[in-house]
Nanobody, 122 residues
Framework: QVQLVESGGGLVQAGGSLRLSCAASGRTFSQYVVGWFRQAPGKERHIVATISRSAGNTYYADSVKGRFTISRDNAKNTVYLQMNSLKPEDTAVYYC???????????????WGQGTQVTVSS
């Protein structure tokens, strides 16, 4: 079992940057594909980015390509989401998840974090 804790959210002006972190417990973190998802008020949760176990493969939603970067440090059991050139439409609760890779870029049977709020003001 994996427990995930997100951090790094907050309020930022449009054009600014934030870096989200997802810290995981458990010695087997490197065995999981990890993704970031987001859910805006009144909308469904959508995938933002996914990273493979060894960080050799990544996936980005079209809406964040060229602005967001996902990375992981398996030695630290942590995954990051660097968000640059933020837009008001990026406002959402951001969730980290870890799961299997058979449904790439989505995750199979994922564990979820509690989420962190990101608010981008115009």
């Amino acid at each position: 079992q994996v427990q995930l804790v997100e951090s790094g959210g907050g309020l930022v002006q449009a054009g600014g940057s934030l870096r989200l972190s997802c810290a995981a417990s458990g010695r087997t973190f490197s065995q999981y594909v990890v993704g970031w998802f987001r859910q805006a008020p009144g909308k469904e949760r959508h995938i933002v980015a996914t990273i493979s176990r060894s960080a050799g493969n990544t996936y980005y939603a079209d809406s964040v390509k060229g602005r967001f970067t996902i990375s992981r440090d398996n030695a630290k059991n942590t995954v990051y989401l660097q968000m640059n050139s933020l837009k008001p439409e990026d406002t959402a609760v951001y969730y980290c998840a870890a799961g299997g890779g058979s449904t790439w870029p989505n995750l199979w049977n994922p564990y979820w974090g509690q989420g962190t709020q990101v608010t981008v003001s115009s």
